[in-house]
C-alpha cells in the first residue's frame, strides 16, 4: 500500500474544495488545481471560511484552523502534482477533459502513486484507460457536501490493483470517512439505488395524487427515512437529480431510471429546490 503524505486535488468548486478541506484537516499536506488563480484564491477562501465557522462553533482550535489552511498549497500547473502519492481529481463531469488529465497525470506522478476520480456517472475503467498504468487508477466518489457526508465509495476498475484499492480506502478511513468497497458499475451503489427509488417517489406523486408534504411524512414515518424523497431531491437539485437520472437511463436502459417528466419540467422551469428558491417547496 502506498503511505499518502502528500495529496493532490484536481478542480477545487463544489467536490474538490471540500475534498481539500477534508485533506488539510486530516493533516495531509494538500496542493489544489484550478484553471486559474483566481479560482484556488476562491476555493481557499470558502475554506478557510468553513474552517472559521467551525472555530466559532467551538469544534475547532484556532491554531488547528490555521495550521490546517497553511497545508494547502495552490497552482494552476499539473508539475506541482510529481510528488503526491495520491491525486483526487474532481474537475467537470465531461470524459474528455478527465482523459487528457489521467494520461498527464500519468506520465507526472511516481511509479507507485494513486490517481482517482470522484465521477458520479462516468466509466472509472474507461478513465483508467487513457493512462499507460490502469492499475494505479480507481474511483473516490465522495457524496455532497463532501466534508459533512460521511460516505466514500471506492471504486474498483476493471484493471485497478489490490494496492491503489486498498491505498485508497486507508486515504478515505484517514479522512474520517466510512469507506465501502463496490466495483466500476453505472451508479456504484448508493446513486444506482437512489436515484430509481426518488423517481419512483415522483411518479407516485402523480399517481396516487398525493401532495409532496404527505409523501414525505409518508417516507419518514412509514419507512423510517430520515428525511422525505421531495425535501431531498430539492437539496440535491432538480438539475442535478435530472442530469444523473439521464446518465443511469442512458447506460442501464431501465424505464425507472429515466427522470420523470415532472422533473424535466420543473428543472426547464428553472425550478431546482433548495439552492433556486422554489422546488417542490418554497424557501426563504
Ligand atoms: N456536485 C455533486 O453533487 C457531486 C457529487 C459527487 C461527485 N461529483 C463529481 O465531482 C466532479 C466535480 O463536480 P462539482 O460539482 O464539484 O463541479 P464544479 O463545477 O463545482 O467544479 C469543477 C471545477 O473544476 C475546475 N476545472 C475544470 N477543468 C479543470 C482542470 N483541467 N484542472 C483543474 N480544474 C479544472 C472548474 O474550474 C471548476 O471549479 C464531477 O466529476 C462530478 O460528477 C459531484
Known sequence: ??????????????????????????????????????????????IAHFLTRKVEKGRLEQAERDAAVGRLALTTELDAFADCHLVIE????????????????????????????????????????????????????FFNPAPLMPLVEIVRAELSSDDAVETAYAFGERLGKHPIRCHDTPGFVVNRVLIPLLNDCVRVLDEARVTPEDLDAGMRHGAGWPMGPCTLVDLVGIDVHVHASEALYEKLREPRMAPPPRLVAMRNAGLLGRKSGRGFYVYD
Open 1 to 46: 500500500m502506498t503511505t499518502v503524505r502528500k495529496v493532490g486535488v484536481v478542480g477545487l468548486g463544489a467536490m474538490g474544495a471540500g475534498i481539500a478541506q477534508l485533506c488539510v484537516e486530516a493533516g495531509v499536506e494538500t496542493v489544489g488545481r484550478e484553471v486559474t488563480a483566481e479560482l484556488g484564491e476562491a476555493a481557499r477562501e470558502r
Open 90 to 141: 474532481a474537475i467537470v463531469e465531461e470524459l474528455p477533459a478527465k482523459l487528457e488529465l489521467f494520461a498527464e497525470l500519468d506520465r507526472l506522478v511516481a511509479p507507485d502513486a494513486v490517481l482517482a476520480t470522484n465521477t458520479s456517472a462516468l466509466s472509472v475503467t474507461e478513465i483508467a484507460a487513457a493512462t499507460e498504468h490502469a492499475e494505479r487508477v480507481v474511483g473516490m466518489h
